[in-house]
Antibody
Framework: EVQLVESGGGLVQPGRSLRLSCAGS????????MSWLRQAPGRGLEWVGY??????????QYAASVKGRFTISRDDSKSIAYLQLNTLKTEDTAVYYC?????????WGQGALVTISS | DIQMTQSPSSLSASIGDRVAITCQAS??????LNWYQQKPGEAPKLLIY???NLETGVPSRFSGSGSGTHFTFIIRSLQPEDIATYYC?????????FGQGTKVEI
């Protein structure tokens, strides 16, 4: 059974940093591209970015709203994808989801709540 | 960026009704469109991929159609468990973008 479990969410002050983790199991993690998405309270879904598998160069792409502040990485030895969030703003408050895939997002984690507030 | 205009933003229907949701893309995305269902407090769930392909395990009352810029999602006979918000999502180009969502109520 495919499982994705996010962790690392919490309350953070504006301007600070946070790192989210997404642990995958039940599939060949190293061969899987991984995406991050978010959903602000009461709002719709927003794509954050993705990372390709190492066999496709491990390249990343980001939404304009987070480019230069957020970084996606992966540790295939641990089957974990990361989302490093820097220079956080109040508008980054959201539930952050990881998902397997680049376009068709068939499997999602349960989400991690990130709250940015002073 | 490709804008996805989804309508209606909400609808109220009765059990057994046919429900239709449309999604219009600001440019041609061929068939690179998915539909997701999201219930409160839960992650989105893939229902339809590549415009019209039913995800494994999803009831056949759900269907999708369209191509290019105009897409339609249908619930053939609304059931109580279908109360949720539905989103379209394009993956024809970066950034991936979603419709604003349609909240289906009874």
């Amino acid at each position: 059974e495919v499982q994705l479990v996010e962790s690392g969410g919490g309350l953070v002050q504006p301007g600070r940093s946070l790192r989210l983790s997404c642990a995958g199991s039940g599939f060949i993690f190293a061969a899987s591209p991984m995406s991050w998405l978010r959903q602000a309270p009461g709002r719709g879904l927003e794509w954050v970015g993705y990372i390709r598998s190492k066999s496709y160069g491990g390249t990343t792409q980001y939404a304009a709203s987070v480019k230069g502040r957020f970084t996606i990485s992966r540790d295939d030895s641990k089957s974990i994808a990361y989302l490093q969030l820097n220079t956080l703003k109040t508008e980054d408050t959201a539930v952050y989801y990881c998902a397997r895939g680049l376009g068709v997002l068939r499997y999602w984690g349960q989400g991690a709540l990130v709250t940015i507030s002073s | 960026d490709i804008q996805m205009t989804q309508s209606p933003s909400s609808l109220s229907a009765s059990i057994g009704d046919r429900v239709a949701i449309t999604c219009q893309a600001s440019q041609d995305i061929k068939n690179d469109l998915n539909w997701y269902q999201q219930k409160p407090g839960e992650a989105p769930k893939l229902l339809i991929y590549d415009t019209s392909n039913l995800e494994t395990g999803v009831p056949s009352r759900f269907s999708g159609s369209g191509s290019g810029t105009h897409f339609t999602f249908i619930i053939r006979s609304l059931q109580p468990e279908d109360i949720a918000t539905y989103y379209c999502q394009q993956y024809g180009d970066l950034p991936r973008t979603f419709g604003q969502g349609t909240k289906v109520e009874i």
